[in-house]
């Protein structure tokens, strides 16, 4: 079992950054892939990065070369460290977290876990 809660979130002008952190409890942090999604108002849940145990990291195109995803395995906790940031990168973020032997994944049905979200607004 793991828990997540994301951190971080709050109100940035256009071109600004910020920087996201997942804390996780239990101890299969580290021998779990992770990934954070986005959902805007009305619209679905979708994949913003995922990062393997290797660790490999992927992204989404909207926000490649501008954001960038880490973990911490001694601290358990990942980062999504946003630039750029744009009035389209609004939205509530969550962190989540596939069962151990898992692989990574864009796909949000094939999380396991989920944090509760934080709410990242850019104005422009």
């Known amino acids: 079992q793991v828990q997540l809660v994301e951190s971080g979130g709050g109100l940035v002008p256009a071109g600004g950054s ?3 952190s997942c804390a ?3 101890r299969t942090f580290s021998s779990s892939p992770m990934g954070w999604f986005r959902q805007a108002p009305g619209k679905e849940r979708e994949f913003v990065a995922a990062i393997s145990l290797k660790p490999s990291t992927y992204y989404a195109d909207s926000v490649k070369g501008r954001f ?3 973990r911490d395995n001694a601290k358990n906790t990942m980062y999504l460290q946003m630039n750029s940031l744009k009035p389209e990168d609004t939205a509530v973020y969550y ?3 596939r069962n151990t032997g898992a692989g990574v994944s864009g796909r949000p049905k094939e999380y396991d876990f989920w944090g ?7 104005s422009s």
């Open 18 to 20: 910020l920087r996201l």
């Open 24 to 26: 996780a409890s239990g």
């Open 68 to 70: 960038t995803i880490s």
């Open 95 to 97: 962190c989540a977290a």
């Open 116 to 122: 509760q979200g934080t709410q990242v607004t850019v």
